[in-house]
């Protein structure tokens, strides 16, 4: 199956409509749904835009609606905070008029002198990728009859590690873009956010007994240390809760020398059956 990861680093160029209104092309995907990792991480890079020479250390993401993936998304930017050291921003994205996702980001310089405490959990033990099998990007695509349903998912590759069904239904993969990427912290940072938020929903899925009707409620990401995407990185993953048909899942990404590149959450809504 041919990479995606050309299309999806074309649909991270946005229009700049004006100074604080940018608007974003989609990627197909089944019935037409545009996936909130694709539109969390345009939503970042809008925010980015107006907020140079500052790197993104926290996004906070809530989905409202699916859209329609045929058609441009419109991200409108505004200006919340503006520090000597922090820049906060909310990003809103329309389409034809109705709010697709609300996002609040922000952004901070490098502290000129290095911090005095510096702490994170330890890398976990894991086997190298490359001793690894390799599998679909996304479940959905395991069948060679499924190619070109899930192109926006296409743009990486994976090493599952482990995976358990039973709450929190721990698992751990590799993963790295499927191709080169342009050194660039905010683009790094909004793949970062875009992988995340695809792959945290398999822990919930796991731990519910497979996949059924849900949705994507919100999404976090905090970021810790620069992800070296040149080389496989470690993304350990779990779902600790579920309770009032909501999912909580997290998890903690790794370079493979073991920095600690980001801490994130999400939340899924499992509705009840209908009568």
Not at 19 to 30: D, H
Not at 31 to 60: F, K, M
């Amino acid at each position: 199956m041919s990479s995606s990861l050309v299309d999806v680093l074309a649909t991270m160029e946005l229009d700049r409509v004006e100074p604080w209104l940018f608007a974003g092309r989609q990627l197909p995907a089944p019935h037409n749904h545009i996936l909130g990792g694709h539109i969390s991480a345009q939503a970042l890079l809008a925010a980015s835009y107006t907020a140079p020479g500052r790197a993104p250390h926290s996004v906070h993401t809530y989905f409202l609606r699916s859209g329609d993936a045929r058609r441009p998304v419109d991200f409108e930017v505004v200006n919340l905070q503006e520090g000597r050291t922090f820049s906060a921003r909310r990003v809103t994205a329309r389409q034809g008029g109705k709010i697709l996702m609300e996002a609040m980001s922000s952004f901070k310089i490098a502290d000129p002198v290095a911090a005095a405490v510096v702490y994170q959990p330890p890398v976990p033990t894991a086997p190298a990728p490359e001793t690894l099998p390799w599998v679909a990007p996304h479940l959905a695509e395991s069948d060679e009859s499924t190619q070109g349903r899930w192109a926006s998912l296409r743009w990486f590759e994976r090493r599952v590690i482990d995976s358990e069904s039973e709450p929190p239904a721990r698992s751990a993969m590799w993963w790295r873009p499927d191709g080169e990427v342009p050194d660039d912290p905010v683009l790094t940072a909004s793949l970062i956010a875009y992988l995340s938020a695809v792959t945290l929903t398999e822990p919930a899925f796991a731990a519910h007994g497979g996949v059924g009707e849900s949705s994507q409620r919100d999404h976090s990401v905090w970021f810790h240390s620069p992800a070296v995407l040149s080389d496989w990185l470690l993304f350990q993953r779990s779902s600790p809760s579920s309770a009032d048909s909501l999912a909580l899942a997290s998890g903690t990404m790794f370079n493979r020398n073991g920095d600690l590149v980001c801490t994130v959450c999400q939340e899924m809504y499992f509705p009840p059956p209908r009568a």
